[in-house]
């Protein structure tokens, strides 16, 4: 009875539609459709030798839905989010046992800090002994002290500068142990890529994890979108803009959505004799959810 009521309802709307055009074209402002799972024409309540509807289902999806995986191994240590629970994009889901990776990090902070000690007394030391060369050399032009004791002291300039560098490489290899830590420790707590809803949990506080193990399963909640197919015949009439009617294929099937086409594939699949499009959903979508399966209603075409 349901379904009845909702094509009388589709059909109503479709002739209110074509009446406000004053023409026998589609209305723009009705034309698209969504990935088919399966399609066919819904007839009209008349009798009227055109069918009025072409009606394709398939399931509500977003674009941003995906596995949160693990980027290390480690031992899951804390749980901060569970199904259902609404997150933000950056918002802390879940961390790794992290003591191991804290404690070497600051190990590796202090060797930093101690290398940069040290490079400091090298560069201080570099600078006398560049005085004392120079001051050597004005001695020896003025025939005050031997070549031998000038080369003396250019030698050990020299070679200081050489250990000057020595330990700012000595410098740069600690900071980079230091960011790799770093990096680790990020690694260790899990965060919500984007905005949206925690559909599903795979782990539980104490579980052992490896790399690339399923966490979390997170989707976006908005916006809502319909992937068709059509049949060729449609080409021209499904356009971008396009307006197209969206009801439940369970629950209150008489109540009306609305979508807009957003986008419309360029080639005609030759395997199968359709086009694809993609709708979204727009207005009040209360009582729809990703997944969920719904009828789209197309206005016909010869």
């Known amino acids: 009875m349901r379904r009845e009521i909702a094509v009388a309802a589709i059909a ?28 066919r024409s819904a007839a009209s309540a008349s009798s009227s030798p055109q069918e009025a509807e072409f009606l394709a289902s398939g399931p509500i999806i ?20 569970e199904t259902g629970a609404p997150v933000k994009k950056g918002q802390l889901l879940a961390s790794l046992d992290n003591r191991q990776i804290a404690a070497d990090l600051e190990a590796a902070r202090a060797k930093t800090r101690s290398t940069e000690y040290d490079l400091k007394n090298w560069e201080a030391e570099a600078k006398v002994l560049e005085a004392d060369y120079a001051r050597a050399e004005k001695m020896w032009e003025a025939q005050i002290i031997p ?14 500068e050489w250990d000057v560098k020595r330990v700012s490489e000595m410098r740069a290899n600690s900071e980079a142990a230091e960011q790799s830590l770093e990096l680790e420790l990020e690694k260790t707590q899990i965060t919500a890529p984007f905005d949206g809803v925690v ?31 059509l049949p060729e015949k449609f080409v021209g009439h499904v356009k971008f803009g ?20 957003i986008q419309v594939s360029p080639v005609v699949d030759p395997a199968s004799d359709t086009i694809e499009i993609l709708a979204e959903l727009y207005g009040d979508t209360s009582g729809l959810r990703p997944g969920m399966r719904v009828d789209v209603h197309v206005p016909n075409v010869p």
């Open 12 to 39: 109503l709307w479709a002739a209110a539609m074509t009446a406000c055009s004053n023409s026998t074209a589609v209305p723009p402002a009705v034309a698209a459709a969504e990935p088919v799972t399966s399609s």
């Open 62 to 81: 977003v674009e941003n839905q995906v596995d949160v995986a693990a980027q290390r191994d480690g031992v899951m240590a804390k749980i901060l989010a």
């Open 147 to 160: 070549k031998e004791q000038l080369d003396h002291a250019k030698y050990k300039a020299e070679s200081d």
């Open 199 to 229: 559909a599903r949990r795979y782990v539980r506080v104490g579980q052992n994890v490896v790399k690339n193990d399923r966490l979390f399963w997170v989707t976006a909640t908005a916006p809502l979108r319909i992937r068709v197919t």
């Open 242 to 261: 396009a307006g197209i009617g969206i009801t439940t294929a369970e629950a209150d099937s008489a109540r009306l959505y609305r979508a807009k086409v």
